[in-house]
């Protein structure tokens, strides 16, 4: 199992991450950070399971998140 681990606290509202996949990625409108579309919320790190073929595309963006805030995980 993959799954993308966002720290939102650490998160500067660059727009990277949306930009480049905005299927799993939003800006939130009242603080400008970047939320995981139906990502799990637990005290601020949000989390959510992802297909296999999605793996390279968010470790990508993982890789080039200026505030390293966006982490890909296998369990």
Do not use: F
Request: glycine letters at 6%; hydrophobic letters at 30%; proline letters at 5%.
């Amino acid at each position: 199992m993959t799954k993308i681990m966002h720290v939102r606290d650490k998160c500067i509202g660059c727009n990277l991450c949306a930009q480049q996949s905005p299927e799993k990625w939003k800006m939130d409108d009242n603080d400008g950070k970047a939320d995981l579309i139906n990502g799990r919320d637990n005290k601020g790190v949000q989390t959510l399971v992802i297909a296999p073929d999605e793996k390279p595309l968010q470790q990508t963006i993982a890789k080039q998140c200026p505030a390293k805030c966006i982490h890909v995980l296998e369990n």
